[in-house]
């Protein structure tokens, strides 16, 4: 379709376009683990391999929920926390750094039935973000949480705490490093409770070290559709490297980096620059173009083009009520799958992949 790694192209999947065939998905899923510059050339195999393997096991975690009769809302969840988990993807362990050396995660979930929402911003120490907004959502009369007001609601909830190095990753250090040194900031210590610097630098190929000339997004998000034709959508990430003055992207924003509204008949979950993404209100435009009469296929392109007129890349992955989900992007890939009654799972990273 197009030239590989081509910036700014947009690619768009119908990963479900077979179901369309066949007859329509009881219940589907969609996932993704950010997009960015993500090219053939900078992924070593057994990169391609680890991170296939932890979208599929995503999938299969999202998926075991919906075949069993389970909600939109806890599949999401359920796909999001895996992600969350996995040192991969950058959302809880694994999570970036701001530039003093901490990891602040940021997470929304909503629920298109109702269009109940929840939002965390800047938490420190809850395992699972995206279950404090989950919380958030169902047990307070709010919608956004933030610091350390969030985490002590969190923790009243009983969610699970953990220790600040547990979010700890060599890889998202490195980056760090790399990102304060290129603008001449100073470097933070070393957070309490990090394991000591590997005597031997990370190989190349090791799957836990960086793509080369890795610049992505790496949120996480899902979007899904029940048997009882319910839409969810959520979102988690540790926003940007060296990030600074309590900065928080689109994310946890309702209507920009996650929306979902049954009467509109859409679930978005979006990646990538994330000031861009607030201000094209992404996620909420794309709902109100499928409200209309788009398909998420060519309301994900409009608004991911609208962002990216802006300045901002990124993508995102929509689910409509019929089941098929539509992913765009305007960055060379963007690492997603998704899995429906109809039709068996699927993932891809590279953007001409479908
Ligand atoms: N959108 C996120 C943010 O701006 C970053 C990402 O997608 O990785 O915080």
Same mark, same amino acid.
């Given at each position: 379709?197009?030239?590989?790694?081509?910036?700014?192209?947009?690619?768009?999947?119908?990963?479900?376009?077979?179901?369309?065939?066949?007859?329509?998905?009881?219940?589907?899923?969609? $996932?993704?683990?950010?997009?960015?510059?993500?090219?053939?050339?900078?992924?070593?195999?057994?990169?391609?391999?680890?991170?296939?393997?932890?979208?599929?096991?995503?999938?299969?975690?999202?998926?075991?929920?919906?075949?069993?009769?389970?909600?939109?809302?806890?599949?999401?969840?359920?796909?999001?926390?895996?992600?969350?988990?996995?040192?991969?993807?950058?959302?809880?362990?694994?999570?970036?750094?701001?530039?003093?050396?901490?990891?602040?995660? /940021?997470?929304?979930?909503?629920?298109?039935?109702?269009?109940?929402?929840?939002?965390?911003?800047?938490?420190?120490?809850?395992?699972?973000?995206?279950?404090?907004?989950?919380?958030?959502?169902?047990?307070?009369?709010?919608?956004?949480?933030?610091?350390?007001?969030?985490?002590?609601?969190?923790?009243?909830?009983?969610?699970?705490?953990?220790?600040?190095?547990?979010?700890?990753?060599?890889?998202?250090?490195?980056?760090?490093? /790399?990102?304060?040194?290129?603008?001449?900031?100073?470097?933070?210590?070393?957070?309490?409770?990090?394991?000591?610097?590997?005597?031997?630098?990370?190989?190349?190929?090791?799957?836990?070290?960086?793509?080369?000339?890795?610049?992505?997004?790496?949120?996480?998000?899902?979007?899904?559709?029940?048997?009882?034709?319910?839409?969810?959508?959520?979102?988690?990430?540790?926003?940007?490297?060296?990030?600074?003055?309590?900065?928080?992207? /689109?994310?946890?924003?309702?209507?920009?980096?996650?929306?979902?509204?049954?009467? /509109?008949?859409?679930?978005?979950?979006?990646?990538?620059?994330?000031?861009?993404? $607030?201000?094209?209100?992404?996620?909420?435009?794309?709902?109100?173009?499928?409200?209309?009469?788009?398909?998420?296929?060519?309301?994900?392109?409009?608004?991911?083009?609208?962002?990216?007129?802006?300045?901002?890349?990124?993508?995102?992955?929509?689910?409509?009520?019929?089941?098929?989900?539509?992913?765009?992007?305007?960055?060379?890939?963007?690492?997603?799958?998704?899995?429906?009654?109809?039709?068996?799972?699927?993932?891809?990273?590279?953007?001409?992949?479908?």
């Amino acid at each position: 379709m197009t030239r590989i790694g081509l910036i700014g192209l947009v690619g768009l999947f119908f990963l479900g376009s077979a179901a369309q065939a066949q007859e329509a998905p009881r219940w589907s899923l969609a $996932i993704h683990g950010g997009a960015g510059v993500i090219e053939r050339a900078n992924l070593s195999p057994e990169q391609d391999v680890a991170y296939r393997a932890a979208l599929q096991q995503a999938l299969d975690a999202g998926s075991a929920v919906l075949a069993q009769g389970g909600s939109a809302l806890d599949a999401v969840q359920a796909a999001v926390q895996v992600m969350e988990d996995d040192p991969l993807f950058n959302a809880g362990r694994g999570a970036v750094f701001t530039a003093a050396g901490r990891n602040e995660l /940021d997470a929304a979930i909503m629920d298109g039935t109702n269009r109940a929402a929840g939002a965390v911003a800047g938490l420190t120490t809850i395992r699972h973000p995206v279950a404090a907004a989950r919380a958030v959502m169902e047990k307070s009369p709010h919608v956004f949480l933030i610091g350390p007001g969030a985490e002590a609601f969190a923790a009243q909830q009983g969610l699970e705490q953990v220790d600040p190095a547990f979010f700890f990753t060599e890889r998202r250090w490195r980056g760090l490093v /790399d990102a304060l040194t290129a603008k001449g900031l100073p470097i933070p210590e070393r957070p309490q409770g990090a394991p000591p610097p590997p005597a031997v630098p990370m190989a190349a190929n090791d799957p836990s070290a960086p793509p080369l000339n890795e610049r992505k997004f790496g949120t996480v998000g899902a979007v899904a559709l029940d048997s009882q034709g319910r839409l969810a959508a959520a979102t988690s990430t540790g926003g940007t490297t060296a990030k600074q003055w309590g900065r928080v992207g /689109d994310v946890p924003v309702i209507g920009a980096g996650t929306y979902a509204s049954n009467a /509109d008949g859409c679930a978005v979950s979006a990646t990538g620059d994330g000031e861009f993404y $607030i201000r094209a209100t992404v996620a909420r435009d794309i709902c109100a173009r499928i409200a209309s009469g788009a398909t998420g296929r060519t309301a994900g392109q409009a608004e991911v083009e609208d962002a990216k007129s802006l300045g901002g890349l990124g993508g995102v992955i929509v689910m409509t009520t019929d089941g098929v989900p539509a992913f765009a992007m305007t960055t060379s890939g963007m690492y997603r799958g998704a899995v429906s009654s109809a039709v068996p799972s699927h993932v891809a990273i590279y953007a001409d992949e479908d």
